[in-house]
């Protein structure tokens, strides 16, 4: 058995990144352990969307809490993680729509995050490309986007000297209830804690964790600089996000400091494969188009599918596991991992040394969801 450390986490996508970075931090040891390499599963595959969410309080608190920590972050980040404050623009269709965008702007307003409403000639000035006619929309000025592989790989380089040994191209097969992490080819880590950040696959490492998977598509292009100013999402894309049975498409498009367009987005479940479903696609870009009629004009370098984390609440879990105090969890971000797993890895910290919070954590607690108290609203 090897060298016994702090804290082994299983996972070294940018949650596990992030929990690893804040529990160095804090003076803890670290071993991080994954079959591929840093940010190389889930996170490389996803858009880098830096966002604050309102779909539930509890949503909100850890995407605003993240979002800050990200943006105190920012003026230390590299080049190479391409850190754009673009803000996010969500777009209103119609009228139907512009009522949510009021409703948002007052929300936000209320809890402090800087908005901007526009109206449909505000929203031409803004978005040059977007089609005439759309009512209008909302500028969430402070949103911003990055590469999340590079920001991953950025967290472990920069985590105090001597504190985090990362572990890639080893393949997990089981963490036991004692603490320890099984490898593939018979070793043992052993820790006091062990980390479950495997995304999508940690369901394979805890039985019974309310994780499935929700596949998703991407196109990326070659590059445009200019074409779009912010990350622009249809209002629409919040009842996409909200489909529990149906395949689904919405309207998400994100500028690259690199000059591409990232353009999005679907979701399934029960989609388990990785191959692309060209009607998906074919979906997904015919809704691009509606909102972005000179899209067509843009070249198409190449398409991919990932998959997310999701739990029956679209809150992630974060915490310790429900039949094991030493077996503790960081998993089912959906969505919104790369915005919240700076909160995650400083919640996961401060619950493991018994500090205050600075959001309540029981929203996010594994224990929610056996007790059935999981956030609605």
């Known amino acids: ?29 670290v071993v991080v352990v994954d079959r591929g390499p840093v940010g190389g599963g889930t996170t490389a595959a996803g858009m880098g969307h830096l966002v604050v ?13 993240s979002r800050r920590l990200w943006r105190e972050l920012a003026p230390q980040l590299p080049s190479n993680v391409e850190f754009d404050p673009c803000g996010t623009l969500w777009v209103a269709a119609d009228e139907e729509e512009m009522a949510e965008v009021r409703r948002k702007e007052a929300f936000y307003r209320e809890h402090g995050v800087k908005v901007e409403v526009l109206d449909e000639a ?34 472990l380089e920069t985590a105090p000297a001597g504190r985090v040994q990362v572990r890639t191209g080893i393949e997990v097969n089981a963490i036991s209830r004692d603490g320890t992490v099984r490898l593939r ?42 074409f779009v100013r912010h990350q622009i999402v249809e209002l629409g894309y919040l009842k996409s996000a909200h489909a529990v049975a149906a395949d689904s498409v919405a309207f998400n498009i994100q500028p690259r400091k690199t000059g591409q367009m990232l353009i999005g987005s679907s979701r399934q479940f029960n989609a388990n494969s990785t191959e692309i479903n060209q009607p998906i696609l074919d979906r997904m870009v015919r809704r691009a188009l509606e909102y972005l009629p000179t899209l067509g004009q843009l070249t ?70 056996a007790h059935g108290d999981a956030p609605h609203g």
Request: with cysteine; proline share 8%.
């Open 1 to 29: 058995m090897s060298a016994t450390a702090d804290i082994t986490i299983v996972g070294a996508g940018i949650v596990g990144a992030a929990c690893a970075a804040a529990c160095a931090q804090a003076g803890l040891n």
């Open 53 to 65: 969410m309102d779909d539930s309080p509890a949503q909100f608190a850890l995407t605003a809490y």
């Open 122 to 155: 505000a929203l031409a000035q803004a978005e040059p490309n977007l089609r005439a006619g759309l009512a209008g929309g909302l500028v969430v000025t402070e949103d911003a986007v990055l590469y999340p592989p590079g920001a991953a790989r950025f967290l």
């Open 185 to 226: 080819d018979g070793t043992r880590l052993a820790a006091a804690v062990v980390v479950n950040a495997a995304g999508c696959d940690s369901p394979l490492l805890t039985p019974d964790l309310p994780v499935r998977k929700r596949k998703g598509h991407l196109v990326i292009t070659e590059r445009h600089p200019g």
């Open 300 to 369: 198409a370098i190449r398409c991919w599918t990932g998959h997310r984390a999701a739990t029956p609440d679209k809150l992630p879990l974060i915490g310790p596991s429900l039949d094991c105090e030493r077996v503790w969890l960081a998993t089912g971000h959906e969505g919104l991992g790369i915005t919240t797993s700076l909160g995650t890895g400083k919640l996961l910290a401060d619950l493991l040394l018994k500090r205050p919070t600075e959001i309540p954590a029981w929203p996010y607690s594994p224990e929610r969801l």
